[in-house]
């Protein structure tokens, strides 16, 4: 069984930073690419990012490109979201995903069904 545990989120003033942590639970964490969605109140999910298996490539939705930097750690079995230049507009749930997925295309796993695990997010609240 595969479980994912966020942890990070809490109130935060615009322009300051969070760093949001997902830790897996299980084996084969180096063999899930890694996505980060969140969720607004009444908004759907959406895409924030994803790592690929090793951490060598991310890649980020416009909105949060140049703000928010995805890591992992493998040895840790822990995935990162570092979050920067933060705006009223990114307070949401912020969930991490793994996909077992295997191949090129990590950049277009952006869709929520894509995934096979998920964690139980964490509010990340951001005042004006």
């Known amino acids: 069984q595969v479980q994912l545990v966020e942890s990070g989120g809490g109130l935060v003033q615009a322009g300051g930073s969070l760093r949001l942590s997902c830790e897996v639970s299980?084996?084969?964490?180096?063999?899930?690419?890694m996505g980060w969605f969140r969720q607004a109140l009444g908004k759907e999910r959406e895409f924030v990012g994803v790592i690929t298996w090793s951490g060598g490539n991310t890649y980020y939705a416009d909105s949060v490109k140049g703000r928010f930097t995805i890591s992992r750690d493998n040895a840790k079995n822990t995935v990162y979201l570092l979050m920067n230049s933060l705006k009223p507009e990114d307070t949401a749930v912020y969930y991490c995903?793994?996909?077992?997925?295997?191949?090129?295309?990590?950049?277009?796993?952006?869709?929520?069904?894509?995934?096979?695990?998920w964690g139980q997010g964490t509010q990340v609240t951001v005042s004006s």
């Open positions: 995903a793994a996909d077992r997925y295997i191949g090129r295309n990590y950049q277009r796993r952006q869709s929520q069904t894509e995934y096979d695990y």
């Open positions: 299980g084996r084969s964490f180096s063999t899930y690419i």
